[in-house]
Every structure is written in C-alpha cells, then in structure tokens.
C-alpha cells in the first residue's frame, strides 16, 4: 500500500513538473484542472516541489473569474542542461536553464573536410566550454543532448553515418561523451530534434500528429504520432528527401536518381540559378549575380524571391508544387493535423506554402485536407539545439528523478 501511494506522488510530482515545463507558468488552480488531481493533494504536492528548490511562486495571474492567483514556474537554478546541434561545417551548442532561457551560446566554424576525429574533439571542447560558462557553477548540470545530422541509432547512441563528414561511420558518441563528462547523454536525429522544439514551443505546441520538412542543404522530414516520435523498423522514417520525383532526373547522392531533394532543397537553388546563368535566363537577381558572384547564395535568393524577381518567385512556385506532390501521397498515407516546413527555405514563407498548399489539397483526399494546418517552423535560433536540450528535459520530467 505504501509502495502504491509513493509511485503515486511520484508520478504526480513529475505530471506537475512536466505541465509547468512545457506551459511556462500555471498556477494551482489550472494545474488541478489539467491534471484532475485533487485540490488538497495539489497544494501539498506543490509545497514539498518548493522546498526542494524545483519550483518557485513567480508572478500573480487571473483565474476564470478573473481573482489573482500565485503562478508557479521551475526554479531557473534547479538545473540547466546543453543542446548541441552540428553540420559539416559547424558546431553550435548551447547552455539552457529550466525556463528554457539560453544562459550562454557557443558556435565554431571548423576547417573545409574537417575529420570525424576532429569533430569529436571539437564537440568536446564546446561542451567544456558551455559547462564553464554558467556564472554561479552552482547549478547542477542535468544533462546533454546531441542533435546528429546523420542517421543515428538512438538507442545505442550511435551516429551511423553523415555523408558529409570524411571518415564518420558507427561514431559511439553517447560512450564518448558519457565517459568525457559522467553526464547522461542523448543522442538523436537533426530534424526530429527541431520537431521535438517546434512540439513543446512552437507552432506544433496543438498537434499529436504532425510532420516536420526541414528544407535546408537537403530534405529531411521527422514524423510525430499521437505525441511521440515515429523511427520506423531501422529507424529510417523520414527520408523524404530520398524519394523518387523523376526517374529521369538527376543522380543524387545516395546512387538514385530524381530523388526529391534533387528539385527542392538548398542545393537544388543553387544549381538552378548556376544552371539559369549559363544558359542567359535574364532577371534582375541573375544579372546582379552575374556582376558580383559572390553575391550568390540562399539568403540572397530569399531575399530576391520575396522582393518578386521574376526568376526566383518562379523557381519557388515550382518547388512548392513539386514539394506538395510528394507530401499528398504523404497525407493520404499518414493523416497528419499539420505540416511544418522549417529550414533555411522557411525564410520564404508564405511564397513557399502556398503552392504546397495548394497542391495538397488538390491532390490529396478531401477528408485528409479538410482541417490539416500548414504552418512555418516558428523557432528561429537554433531548433536543433534547443530540441536536443530538451530530449534531456523530457528524460527529467518523465518521472526518471534527476533533481
């Protein structure tokens, strides 16, 4: 019986702690109603979760009738953790408290055809780093999460593979780091790591069932249902990109050809206006381009397409349809409620969801279409990392007690 009551305020206590951590700042009153525990066990349960230094009373808000409540928040000083985000040019990591408000931030370019070697040095070097940056060095450091661009398997904490990244295949990086820093580690998928943060504080914060295109170098897409991540038998779902648009088209980098990510993506912009250039497409950007060739890149392209050069905001119209093919036969498929396209590509907003918008509605089945949300990633700074950050925190909340 006592076993029984304990599991019970354990559970409780973790309820309240995750409900707090992904709403902000709740007071008694809205946690009794989200949670349906009793009024009495709520104000003892939020008692002992303020003597242990894991919440604080911040701030007063209204009530349904509009009377002043006490809020309750996580304590910033019960912990902070380190998200890590990298390319194969770059590594970015950051130092976040429990109120998800970045405490320091670190970013280091690393040379052309860097080693895997080389990469895990400098990951390392980046978390010492962020880990010496918190002010006080009281606060207890909780954990870190990796956000791997590659194919990883997550359970062993493995990073299989990244194309990009000379001589990088079944890096242990969980084993690495664990016995660099004696810290729990969390190694997971670039993209399902943006979707993680765009979930719990961003645009997908109303979705169970939602997809994530990250249109960037590539394409990669994360898929969520009913609120937990979908892997797949190998841990594969998700390689948008890799699928089939034209079986004619170009060779890809995974030996196919006419893979989507061949027309949509970052790299597929950049041969398109070197392919324009060579062949006289005129256009106010591809004659500044061809001025000035260092004028050419993804930002500039966003820029031009959103000021309605005729070149880019027609190159834009036709990746939006052709991304939109593909993703009707993925909502016929999957029914998600929404999609959210992230990425660099995202930059182009509405010029870039509209036309997938509407060819998904035309091409997919009425009932799949009828309420399903089209929506741009909404963070900004680092997703990844901030998704990885929070991979420890959902370990934290789960009721598995780090504080």
């Not at 990796?146 to 493995?158: F, K, T």
């Not at 027609?314 to 593909?326: D, F, H, I, N, P």
Request: charge should be neutral.
């Amino acid at each position: 019986m006592e076993k029984r009551k304990s599991f019970a305020k354990s559970h409780h206590k973790a309820a309240i702690k995750r409900l707090i951590y992904e709403n902000g700042s709740l007071s008694r009153t809205e946690i009794q109603q989200k949670t349906g525990i009793r009024p009495a066990s709520i104000t003892q349960l939020t008692r002992e979760l303020i003597e242990e230094n894991i919440l604080i009373e911040k701030g007063l808000g209204n009530n349904q009738k509009g009377k002043k409540q006490r809020l309750l928040t996580l304590n910033p000083n019960g912990g902070t953790v380190i998200g890590i985000e990298f390319d194969p040019q770059s590594i970015h990591g950051l130092l976040i408290d429990l109120e998800n408000k970045i405490i320091s931030e670190k970013n280091y370019t690393l040379p052309e055809k860097a080693t895997g070697n080389q990469f895990v040095e400098q990951l390392k070097k980046t978390i010492h780093q962020l880990i010496h940056a918190d002010p006080t060095h009281m606060t207890p450091l909780l954990g870190i999460g990796i956000a791997d661009p590659g194919l990883v398997d997550r359970e062993q904490g493995v990073s299989l593979f990244c194309s990009q990244i000379a001589d990088w295949r079944d890096v242990p990086l969980r084993q690495i780091m664990e016995k660099e820093f004696q810290l729990p580690i969390y190694v997971e998928g670039n993209t399902n790591c943006k979707l993680l943060a765009e979930s719990l504080f961003g645009a997908g914060r109303n979705f169970q069932n939602q997809i994530y295109i990250d249109l960037s170098y590539g394409i990669g897409a994360s898929l969520m249902t009913h609120g937990s991540f979908y892997y797949g038998a190998q841990g594969l779902a998700g390689e948008l990109g890799h699928i089939q648009y034209d079986k004619s088209g170009p060779i890809c980098s995974c030996g196919s050809h006419g893979c989507l990510e061949m027309f949509v993506s970052s790299s597929a912009v950049i041969r398109s206006i070197k392919n324009a250039i060579q062949h006289g497409v005129i256009s106010p950007y591809l004659d500044h381009i061809r001025e000035n060739t260092a004028f050419l890149s993804i930002h500039s392209f966003i820029k031009a397409a959103n000021e309605n050069d005729k070149f880019c905001a027609s190159l834009v119209e036709e990746m939006g349809r052709t991304l939109g093919e593909v993703i009707a036969n993925v909502v016929n498929l999957l029914n998600p409620e929404a999609i959210l396209i992230g990425g660099e590509l995202a930059d182009l907003g509405d010029l870039i969801i509209n036309p997938v918008k509407g060819t998904v509605r035309r091409q997919s089945l009425e009932l799949a279409t009828r309420n399903l949300a089209f929506k741009v990633a909404e963070i900004k700074d680092r997703p990844a990392a901030r998704g990885a950050a929070s991979l420890v925190l959902n370990q934290v909340f789960k009721g598995n007690e780090l504080f």
